[in-house]
């Protein structure tokens, strides 16, 4: 019978890396926010031009105190240039939602997004009827536009990402780049709010 052979140690399982193109992404938005170029993002930094150029075409090896120099030289947090990307369009169909009844009246309130501390809001009530869709160029950067059919059905949302609503569907996307709505029935009716940050 042959000798058992000790366990070994267990090595540990290296870090998993971020996926460059997640990073280069969120710097090209944020430099274009900014309007900075590469050279002065670079400068602010204290990095080498050629060092965010790489960076910004997802090559390179970025290490933490480079991408939070960064951060700070754009006026970002760490998490905004690290975190992965997340659809911009949420849709909340009619019924959907957290909701909660009042014991005193028929009456009952459905969340369907609250206000980020700090933000400023404009309410809008739309009316719409078929033709040609209303394109919006971009909004000051930060906006977000939450939008509530009332009536009629409605296509809107950000260029490539259009979704098709319903009364009591309500819908939130990023304002501050093209964007669209458009009536697909006479009479539409919607509420649209405009956050700014």
């Known amino acids: 019978m042959a000798d058992a052979v000790p366990p070994q140690p267990s090595q540990p399982s290296p870090p998993s890396r971020l996926p460059l193109d997640w990073i280069a992404a969120s710097l090209r938005r944020e430099r274009t926010r900014a309007g900075l170029s590469l050279s002065e993002l670079a400068k602010r930094a204290g990095i080498a031009k050629s060092t965010l150029s790489q960076l910004e075409a997802a090559s390179g090896n970025p290490s933490m105190e480079t991408i939070w120099a960064l951060g700070v030289a754009l006026g970002v947090p760490f998490s905004a240039l690290v975190e992965p990307p997340v659809s911009a369009v949420r ?5 959907e939602g957290p909701t909660v009844a009042s014991e005193q009246a028929p009456y009952v309130a459905t969340l369907l997004s609250a206000s980020p501390p700090g933000a400023r809001r404009d309410l809008y009530h739309l009316r719409a009827e078929p033709g040609a869709a209303r394109v919006s160029e971009p909004h000051i950067p930060g906006t977000v536009e939450h939008l509530i059919v009332s009536t009629g059905r409605v296509l809107a949302g950000p260029a490539g990402e259009t979704v098709e609503l319903e009364p009591g569907d309500y819908m939130t996307y990023r304002g501050d780049v093209p964007h669209s709505y458009e009536a697909l029935l006479p009479g ?10």
């Open 91 to 95: 849709v909340v169909r009619a019924g």
């Open 188 to 197: 539409t009716t919607f509420v649209l709010v405009m956050q700014h940050v």
